[in-house]
């Protein structure tokens, strides 16, 4: 069946501007997360959903960065004023209720140069 | 949740069976023992996860001491398929999310 999909792949942008990157997850996943991930670093959580609400933003690192989920499936992290330290690959995971083992999409790539 | 601590990288012939150490001397009772893996420009992928008994699915075997405080993954018959980072986590069940460590970089030789 079809899993986690992330668009755009790749995003490249300049410093200052907004993203969105988007996330449509395993259907019927009621949890959705995301996490980021520099060169040479294990995966770092963001934020993670269950059903529309945001569960635990604690990940966020700073106000540029916010992310929604209105009808409890498909995810959009934004991001706001993009600085190149946000460079990074943004990944996206779902879950099923009661399932504690999380799938992962392929990731966005991306560049702010 | 509990740290994990991981060699940075190993090395495996192809065939023979990849043992993985992990860890997490700081693991508390409720804690779960979870491994993923990611393959280069993947998303990670679950592997297997366990308490405090031995578990084993079709992937790998995870082996858990007795006073919990390190466990180690097996994939018994390593193929080029699974040269890999390898995470170690430690984190309570059915929690909102994963802490990843660096990992472990495993690379499966012919």
């Known amino acids: 069946g079809a899993g986690v999909s992330q668009t755009p792949s790749n995003k490249v942008t300049e410093k200052g501007k907004y993203v969105e990157l988007r996330c449509d997850p395993i259907?019927?996943?009621?949890?959705l997360y995301w996490y980021r991930q520099s060169l040479g670093q294990g995966p770092e959580f963001l934020i993670y959903?269950?059903?529309?609400?945001?569960?635990?933003d604690s990940g966020l690192p700073n106000d540029r960065f916010f992310a929604v989920r209105p009808e409890g499936s498909v995810s959009t992290l934004k991001i706001q004023r993009t600085e190149r330290g946000d460079s990074a690959v943004y990944l996206c995971?779902?879950?099923?209720?009661?399932?504690?083992?999380?799938?992962f999409g392929p990731g966005t790539r991306l560049t702010v140069l | 949740d509990a740290k994990t601590t991981q060699p940075t990288s190993m090395d495996c012939a192809e065939g023979r069976a990849a043992n993985l150490p992990c860890n997490h001397s700081?693991?508390?009772?409720?804690?779960?023992v979870y491994w993923y893996r990611q393959i280069h420009s993947q998303g990670p992928q679950y592997i297997i996860h366990?308490?405090?008994n031995n578990e084993t699915n079709e992937m790998a075997s995870l082996i858990i001491t007795e006073d919990r405080k390190s466990s180690t993954l097996i994939l018994p018959h390593a193929t080029l398929r699974d040269t890999a980072v390898y995470y170690c986590?430690?984190?309570?069940?059915?929690?909102?999310?994963?802490?990843f460590g660096t990992g472990t970089r495993l690379q499966v030789f012919p």
């Open positions: 995971a779902s879950s099923p209720r009661g399932v504690d083992e999380q799938f």
């Open positions: 259907s019927g996943h009621t949890a």
């Open positions: 959903f269950q059903g529309t609400g945001a569960a635990d």
């Open positions: 700081t693991i508390s009772g409720n804690e779960y």
């Open positions: 366990g308490l405090k």
């Open positions: 986590i430690s984190s309570s069940y059915n929690t909102d999310k994963l802490i």
